[in-house]
């Protein structure tokens, strides 16, 4: 790190990685002398208040703030306003221990070939069942619009033929018997055709 550099990032005594870090450092330095000046910090109740009002708003990250955060329980805790079990405990939300990056690729567990293979035999049989059941599925839904259908088709064409023919002859039927109707109100005879036979 150069000077500059070590200038920028140091806050409070503490040497920060970030610039981030250094300016929320700053700016937990700021809140504090803010609290201080206009907080009766002799009164245990208000010390009590803006110690949970800061846990619950997580107002303090870095060592600065965490530092602030120990003074005011050390504080409640001597002065008996509360014990232990009433002043909760300031939560840390980093971690201090190194992790080792090689430790962390060991744990990874070592995907051999027989498994690469079974989990492309699970996951083509999946397929396969998936295409299945589409495919069945349409055949179902053909079948159906081809027996429930009233357009004529290669199964049911010879039924589809037959009523056509027979609606034509009832047709044919009720119209001769209304013509024949006619004719005798009218007066009108028919002949019938002679045989060549007689």
Known sequence: MQNENLEELTVGGYVFSTHDDAELAKNEIKKIAYIESKMDM????????IYNKALENRTFQTPIGMEF???LYQMLISSGIGNTEEVKPFPLYVTFRRIDLSETKRKRRVITQREREENSLRLK??????????????VVALLFITFNGTTMNAINYKSAVTNQYAAWEQDLTKREAAIREKERELGISHAEPETDGE
């Open 42 to 49: 002799s009164n245990m109740n208000v010390v009590l208040g």
């Open 69 to 71: 955060m120990h003074g």
């Open 125 to 138: 049989l999946r397929n396969s069942y998936i295409i299945t059941g589409i495919m069945v599925f349409l």
